[in-house]
């Protein structure tokens, strides 16, 4: 059986360990405005896909286009220093 809560968990991480590393990144770099997108738009999406239901047949369609709106301003954001999220 597999576990719909840890998958869950860990793709909420995997959104958070992107964000944070590139939050970094951007900022340790020097661009203090592309460093705040990235933690305003990461955390965003991150926080977004916490509030949604483990077992992925009860997130709804408008849920859905909503994380995938939020995950595609993340990686606009991650664009900007030459990153990607592949989640």
């Given at each position: 059986m597999?576990?719909?809560?840890?998958?869950k968990?860990?793709?909420?991480?995997?959104?958070?360990?992107?964000?944070?590393?590139?939050?970094?990144?951007?900022?340790?770099?020097g661009?203090?405005?592309?460093?705040h997108?990235?933690?305003?738009?990461?955390?965003l999406?991150?926080?977004?896909?916490?509030l949604?239901d483990?077992?992925?047949?009860?997130?709804?369609?408008?849920?859905?286009a909503?994380?995938?709106?939020?995950l595609?301003?993340f990686t606009?954001?991650?664009?900007?220093?030459?990153?990607?999220?592949?989640?």
């Open positions: 597999d576990d719909l809560l840890l998958k968990a860990e793709a909420f991480t995997d959104i958070e360990t992107v964000c944070l590393e590139a939050w970094l990144t951007a900022d340790q770099s661009q203090p405005k592309k460093a997108e990235i933690l305003r738009t990461g955390l999406a991150e926080h977004y896909k916490s949604l483990a077992d992925p047949a009860k997130v709804t369609s408008d849920q859905s909503q994380l995938t709106t939020l595609d301003e606009r954001a991650l664009r900007t220093i030459g990153r990607t999220y592949g989640g």
